[in-house]
């Protein structure tokens, strides 16, 4: 029994609980020095110590070496031969639809609204919006967030403010002359938004038909 837990913590693969042993367990699989070991080959010795390189000195390791014990206490290993288990999908087998909605469901950024997908215009082009709505781009103001050294986070256009989405985006001097011109084009009135939200709320209140709207949106997008 005490062999099985050498493996859980030597493979990443998750074959009991949710979590694989070697994360849940890490002091103890630095000891451990057979880490390419299989399961069956493991139950076969009697004390699992002996692969550790070295004694347990308590505390954390001794407590971590006693919960894998206590969670194999009833553990027993199939007389069965090992096959490839797909952990996603509820019958084991692989599907791509099992994995997109792992990845909708954990992976992808949650907003609080849906984005306008404008099909007249390129997609690269709706993508860059999307980021502008969700501020991912990597804005002077965001690298510097993530820890960036860089020499100064101002508005490379302007120089006085910092560099971030809703700036460059929407209250610089140049993207307000975008929006100027844009809206002259269209005779509307010119919009003064600071941020996606603000041009979201500009565009629902124009008294155009929702054909136009889109079409505007979509110049937009491209003036970006």
Known sequence: MFNVLLYLIVHLIIWKGDIAFKFLYPRIYKLETSKQINVASKLVHDNVRLSLRRMLRGGVELEQFTDM?????????????????????????FSVASVRKFIDDH?????????SWRKMVPIKVNILAWKVKLDVLPTRFNL????????????SICENHAESSSHLFFACSMARDIFRNIASWWNVKSPHVSSFEEWEMWTSSLTLSSRCKQILEGIIYIGW
Do not use: H, T, Y
């Not at 992976?107 to 984005?115: G, P, Q, R």
């Open 69 to 93: 014990i206590i969670s194999l206490a009833d553990f027993q290993l199939p007389n069965m031969q090992d096959r490839w288990f797909w952990s996603l999908s509820g019958s084991g087998d």
């Open 107 to 115: 992976l992808l950024l949650e907003v609080s609204s849906k984005f």
């Open 144 to 155: 510097s967030k993530k820890g960036l050294d860089i020499n100064s986070i101002l508005c």
